[in-house]
Nanobody
Framework: QVQLVESGGGLVQPGGSLKLSCAAS????????MGWYRQGPGKQRELVAR???????TYADSVKGRFTISRDNAKNTVYLQMNSLKIEDTRAYYC?????????WGKGTLVTVSS
């Protein structure tokens, strides 16, 4: 059992920056990897970035070089630093955690990029 709570979403202008946070609780020691996904109306949820318990990272091509995923193990928190934001980055962003048996999801936080 893992619980995830996201925060940090909001409105930002194109070219601006935003930082998302995901705090994990519960069976934290069982987590293998955590990541950020995003989804828009009528679209499938897609991977944005992922980080393993060992620190390895993976990024979608669309965000590579602009977004950075990181973690603070002492705080049981994963972050997504988003720079050079584009209008097409407007999505609901969801935190994800994976253990041996299943996926866990947060409720999401909305990011809106608009002038």
């Amino acid at each position: 059992q893992v619980q995830l709570v996201e925060s940090g979403g909001g409105l930002v202008q194109p070219g601006g920056s935003l930082k998302l946070s995901c705090a994990a609780s519960g069976s934290i020691d069982s987590i293998i990897a955590m990541g950020w996904y995003r989804q828009g109306p009528g679209k499938q949820r897609e991977l944005v970035a992922r980080i393993t318990s060992g620190g390895s990272t993976t990024y979608a091509d669309s965000v590579k070089g602009r977004f950075t995923i990181s973690r603070d193990n002492a705080k049981n928190t994963v972050y997504l630093q988003m720079n050079s934001l584009k209008i097409e980055d407007t999505r609901a962003y969801y935190c994800n955690a994976v253990d041996k048996d299943m996926y866990y999801w947060g409720k999401g936080t909305l990011v809106t990029v608009s002038s």
